[in-house]
């Protein structure tokens, strides 16, 4: 049975490891990373969980492109991260979100919800797990700075959308994480 899990939480909290070790044991993980790079500590976890369960992960950076092409026959997958993946399109869709108007906000969270969508229709489909690394963005002020508070807005409408969508969501605090639906 197939599962689609979110993983929020804030800043360095715990999410990403969470996700690794649920994922320890498994084989052919895909480990879609957003960032061009995988942080050291969630590279050495990984390489570690490899070692100790004879299990060999396949890790993809850089991530932003149709990130759905990039699930091929892997029954597992980690998407790190939402935040930073959203940070891209809204650079890409409004390079100065200075101007940024609201039709240009809707149409970068429609453009983000799609492609987590399709990510999530593909794994249906091949009866695998997908977890989704997020930040959570809803227990601060609103930014004074603006890029910053339109950040803010498309991801937490993001997010929103995303956990109706999953099967399972988790918020990470402080390294705990607590399963909120």
């Known amino acids: 049975m197939s599962k689609t899990i979110l993983v929020t939480g804030g800043a360095a909290s715990g999410k990403s490891r ?16 957003v960032a061009d790079e995988v942080d050291h500590d969630t590279m050495g976890r990984i390489k570690y969980g490899n070692k ?13 492109k149709s990130p759905t092409e990039y699930i091929t026959d892997h029954k597992f997958i980690i998407f790190d991260n939402l935040a930073a993946y959203t940070s891209k ?5 409004c390079p100065d979100i200075s101007k940024i108007d609201e039709q240009t906000k809707k149409d ?39 890029d910053q508070a339109v950040f803010r807005e498309i991801l937490g409408n993001v997010n929103q959308r995303i956990a109706n969508m ?7 605090a402080s390294g705990i994480q607590f399963k909120i639906k």
């Open 89 to 93: 399109v809204m650079k890409e869709m």
């Open 108 to 146: 970068i969270e429609k453009r983000i919800i799609a492609d987590v969508t399709d990510m999530y229709d593909k794994i249906m489909v091949i009866d695998g797990t997908m977890i989704t690394v997020t930040l959570e963005t809803g227990f601060s002020v609103t930014p004074e700075n603006h």
């Open 166 to 172: 999953s099967n399972e969501v988790y918020l990470s």
């Open 52 to 64: 100790q369960n004879f299990v060999e992960w396949d890790i993809k950076t850089g991530a932003v």
């Open 18 to 33: 969470w996700a690794v070790s649920y994922l320890a044991a498994c084989d052919y993980v895909l480990y879609l990373a």
